[in-house]
């Protein structure tokens, strides 16, 4: 079992890494009166391991998908809770992939003013980013994760044994995640994925325990350093996510996050090079990796350069114009208003169509 501090001023949290980590859920919640396990239909059969360590739970079934993240779910799980008999003084734990931590997570920052929260997250992509740092929130008819709060977990217990049985392309698209720890400068974490390429891929439980952990040090170093993301430190980890979002949206999703994400780091590694601030080593070998791992490095037909454009533009992270977060020999900062060319470069080099 590796365990990863997040070391945040007065409220450190660990996360816990490998086969049979929900079992550490008692030394955490031992002492609460009562727990709420929330998850979803195909998960839930690892609350037993939750439950059976705990005295007083209740298992509470939230829907699947991006559509059962609003406030509507958030409305209903809260009643339910209420008519449970939560209390301030519980908790509540989130088993799941990256849409339950989001709707647990705002649930448990809003449910009596706020209660604490277990992150137990079940798909890679969330044990490597979302499950840790203490972003939750939903989505409105207007836009993706437009209500939420910063309410950061008590514990995140990450266990690789959930992760057999991820459908192949969410596990795949995980790694999506995993390559931009990589690619934000962590050569380490490159040479390791390189070298097992072939544990990687076929979820050796081994090496997924040492990945996660290393892309967990790497987001607990920076949430540590910028937990409400005000500094622009926090900021960073969206490497190749300005795109990425663009992509899932005029697509209509029909690349899931992490796929859109892996095309995102090749996009900001030809804009990089484009804007000379790295070389064209270093441009191939973001699609070198993006490639090793199992992912697209070209777009779905039909991308149209004027279309994702209009999108970067109204990304909430912009401030007026387009903003990329770009390594560059002061390694990651944002970049405004890059110039044609060479956004014309990038969106060629992943076959996007700029007429
Ligand atoms: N997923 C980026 C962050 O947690 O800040």
Same mark, same amino acid.
């Given at each position: 079992?590796?365990?990863?501090?997040?070391?945040?001023?007065?409220?450190? !949290?660990?996360?816990?890494?490998?086969?049979?980590?929900?079992?550490?859920?008692?030394?955490?919640?031992?002492?609460?009166?009562?727990?709420?396990?929330?998850?979803?239909?195909?998960?839930?059969?690892?609350?037993?391991?939750?439950?059976?360590?705990?005295?007083?739970? &209740?298992?509470?079934? $939230?829907?699947?998908?991006?559509?059962?993240?609003?406030?509507? *779910?958030?409305?209903?799980?809260c009643?339910? @809770?209420?008519?449970?008999?939560?209390l301030r003084g519980?908790?509540?734990?989130? @088993?799941?992939?990256?849409?339950?931590?989001? $709707?647990?997570?705002?649930a448990a920052a809003v449910y009596h003013r706020g209660v604490d929260?277990?992150?137990?997250?079940?798909? /890679?992509?969330?044990?490597?980013?979302?499950?840790?740092?203490?972003?939750?929130?939903?989505?409105?008819?207007?836009?993706?994760?437009?209500?939420?709060a910063?309410h950061?977990? $008590?514990?995140?217990?990450?266990?690789?044994? *959930?992760? *057999?049985?991820?459908?192949?392309?969410? !596990?795949?698209?995980? /790694?999506? &995640?995993?390559?931009? !720890?990589?690619?934000?400068?962590?050569?380490?974490?490159?040479?390791?994925?390189?070298?097992?390429?072939?544990?990687?891929?076929?979820?050796?439980?081994?090496?997924?325990?040492?990945?996660?952990?290393?892309?967990?040090? +790497?987001?607990? &170093?920076?949430?540590?350093?910028?937990?409400?993301?005000?500094?622009?430190?926090?900021?960073?980890?969206?490497?190749?996510?300005?795109?990425?979002?663009?992509?899932?949206?005029?697509?209509?999703?029909?690349?899931?996050?992490?796929?859109?994400?892996? +095309?995102?780091?090749?996009?900001?590694?030809?804009?990089?090079?484009?804007?000379?601030? $790295?070389?064209?080593?270093?441009?191939?070998?973001?699609?070198?990796?993006?490639?090793?791992?199992?992912?697209?490095?070209?777009?779905?037909?039909?991308?149209?350069?004027?279309?994702?454009?209009?999108?970067?533009?109204?990304?909430?992270?912009?401030?007026?114009?387009?903003?990329?977060?770009?390594?560059?020999?002061?390694?990651?900062?944002?970049?405004?208003?890059?110039?044609?060319?060479? @956004?014309?470069?990038?969106?060629?080099?992943?076959?996007?169509?700029?007429?």
């Open positions: 079992m590796k365990r990863v501090t997040v070391d945040l001023p007065g409220r450190p !949290y660990d996360v816990v890494v490998g086969p049979g980590a929900l079992g550490e859920v008692a030394a955490l919640l031992a002492d609460r009166r009562r727990c709420a396990v929330v998850s979803q239909a195909a998960v839930a059969p690892h609350a037993a391991a939750i439950c059976g360590a705990l005295t007083d739970t &209740e298992l509470f079934l $939230i829907d699947d998908g991006e559509n059962a993240k609003s406030l509507a *779910t958030v409305d209903d799980l009643r339910r @809770l209420a008519e449970w008999g939560l519980d908790a509540v734990i989130a @088993l799941g992939g990256g849409v339950v931590g989001d $709707i647990v997570g705002f929260v277990v992150q137990a997250p079940t798909s /890679l992509l969330a044990m490597v980013d979302s499950a840790i740092g203490g972003k939750t929130g939903v989505n409105l008819p207007e836009g993706k994760n437009l209500v939420g910063f950061q977990p $008590i514990g995140v217990l990450a266990d690789i044994d *959930t992760l *057999t049985t991820l459908p192949e392309r969410e !596990y795949r698209a995980g /790694l999506g &995640e995993v390559a931009k !720890y990589a690619l934000m400068g962590d050569d380490a974490l490159a040479a390791f994925l390189r070298e097992r390429a072939d544990g990687v891929l076929s979820r050796d439980t081994e090496v997924v325990t040492e990945v996660v952990a290393r892309c967990a040090a +790497l987001k607990a &170093e920076v949430v540590a350093a910028d937990p409400e993301e005000r500094s622009g430190l926090r900021a960073t980890l969206n490497y190749g996510h300005t795109f990425a979002h663009a992509l899932e949206t005029t697509s209509d999703f029909a690349l899931v996050h992490g796929e859109a994400v892996a +095309l995102g780091l090749v996009f900001a590694g030809e804009l990089g090079r484009a804007l000379e601030r $790295i070389d064209a080593t270093e441009a191939a070998a973001h699609r070198d990796l993006v490639a090793s791992l199992g992912l697209p490095v070209t777009v779905p037909t039909g991308a149209r350069a004027d279309a994702l454009l209009a999108v970067m533009r109204r990304d909430k992270k912009a401030s007026g114009g387009l903003t990329f977060v770009l390594r560059g020999p002061n390694g990651l900062e944002a970049v405004e208003d890059p110039p044609a060319p060479a @956004l014309e470069h990038a969106f060629r080099a992943v076959g996007v169509d700029v007429h």
